[in-house]
């Protein structure tokens, strides 16, 4: 399984930005996905993430509202929309995806996840 993250770039505070990550090697539907991002300074967090069959396993409270995960089944493709942007979400994002259903509790522990992208940044600055 391979994924391959895309779409980041510069972008103003209060912009919008939408990633993509292909997923080759495996169908979506056998997959939980999940965003993660690593800020300078920090260590990676989770962002969001979606089931199996498509429904969302959530969002931390830092994008909550202002991100929406979906994806495409035909594409093999995940996306996260990234609205209201500010400087504290300038990172690193990384997707990844687990062979495992995960649940709630489970989606933001990175060690569930079996197969990574190698990350997009975004930069948020004006």
């Known amino acids: 399984v391979q994924l391959q993250a895309s779409g980041g770039g510069l972008v103003q505070p209060g912009g919008s930005l939408r990633l993509s990550c292909e997923v080759s090697g495996r169908a979506l539907s056998s997959l939980t996905m999940g965003w993660f991002r690593r800020a300078p300074g920090k260590e990676r967090e989770f962002v969001a993430a979606?089931?199996?069959?498509?429904?969302?396993?959530g969002y931390s409270e830092s994008v909550k509202y202002r991100f929406t995960c979906s994806r495409d089944s035909a594409k093999n493709t995940m996306f996260l929309q990234m609205n209201s942007l500010k400087p504290e979400d300038t990172a690193v994002h990384y997707c990844a995806a687990s062979a495992r259903s995960l649940i709630t509790s489970e989606r933001a522990n990175q060690v569930q996840y079996d197969y990574w992208g190698q990350g997009t940044l975004v930069t948020v600055s004006s």
């Open positions: 979606v089931r199996r069959n498509g429904q969302s396993l």
